[in-house]
């Protein structure tokens, strides 16, 4: 059920990134039918094929896209996502996904709802292709700054 559920997910989150539908309509619609029939939404939001899951997925999505990003993010973890996503490969992580596009508000909203930087600061330390580099490294020197 959850497979079938994950996949519901993300075929809708896809579709409304390529054509004009409503991403946060859709997605609020899936989270309440889920919520009624008492399916297994938190274990379909933390499937992890080799991909990631729905919140990676959105994560790392072009908001121009996907105009409803930022409000998705904390919608999908209110409903069950793991703000972390799955260790390894580290490549599903949300934090990472949103920091290869240098978006920071995503960074900023994944870590204000649990994310932790550390699989992040391994990623960049092993080199991880970012798009603006110098924006999340400035972003990570500023993290443990605040942290100390």
């Known amino acids: 059920m959850a497979d079938s559920l994950y996949k519901q997910v993300m075929d809708t989150l896809v579709t409304c990134a390529f054509t004009s539908a409503d991403a946060l309509v859709e997605v609020e619609k899936l989270i309440a ?4 029939r008492a399916l297994p939404l938190p274990a379909a939001l933390n499937t992890y094929p080799i991909n990631g899951g729905p919140l990676r ?16 993010i904390p919608i ?35 870590v204000s709802h649990g994310a ?4 992040l600061q391994h990623e960049v330390a092993q080199g991880l292709f970012m798009n603006q580099p110098a924006v999340v490294t400035q972003w990570l020197r500023n993290q443990t700054a605040s942290e100390q």
């Open 33 to 36: 039918e889920a919520a009624e």
């Open 57 to 72: 997925f959105v994560a790392g999505a072009d908001p121009e896209q996907l105009p409803d990003k930022y409000r998705l």
């Open 76 to 110: 999908l973890i209110h409903a069950g996502a793991d703000p972390n996503g799955m260790p390894h490969p580290r490549l599903t992580c949300p934090l990472v996904a949103a920091a290869v596009t240098g978006d920071v508000e995503a960074m900023e909203l994944l």
């Open 116 to 119: 932790k930087i550390e699989d």
